[in-house]
């Protein structure tokens, strides 16, 4: 995964996650990326990553900007990579209880949402499931009382992995 710093054309500056440089500008090109403060769609990578400062006198560290080649999933993360141990150790809990679940469910790619609407009226066998969704897909699914979660880290498809 690499993490890039991000800015809107209005100046907010957020981060995201992307399994290569390329597949930011594949997401970029096809319409995918829009701030999370007000939803423009014109978004670049920033110019720089910002530090973050560490108690005591020590000089702030430069965040990482792409994950060591070891570490396949942020719970495989060192605890003090970028957060503070606490807050690491908590981000760590989330990414091990999210690899389980996924783990233990289907990947069905771009036909989540079909997917999912199939096994809530009984259609297909009741089953967990993972895919990918575009947010026009997902709120259709809600409003029709299909029970679905985001993920909270990124997820590449299985044939993607390293």
Known sequence: MITFDLNCSNGHQFEGWFASSADFDAQKSS???????????MIQKALSVPNVPRKGNQR????????????????????????????AELVQKLARAQSEMLDNSQWVGGNFAETARAIY??????????GEASSDEAKALVEEGVGIAPLLFPVVPPSAKN
């Open 121 to 130: 009226y009984g259609e297909e066998p009741d089953r967990l499931i993972h």
């Open 31 to 41: 319409g995918l990326l829009a701030c999370p403060t007000c939803n423009d769609g």
């Open 60 to 87: 702030p560290a430069l965040l990482p900007s792409v994950a060591p080649a070891a570490v396949e999933t942020v719970a495989d993360a060192p605890a003090n990579a970028i957060l503070p141990p606490a807050m």
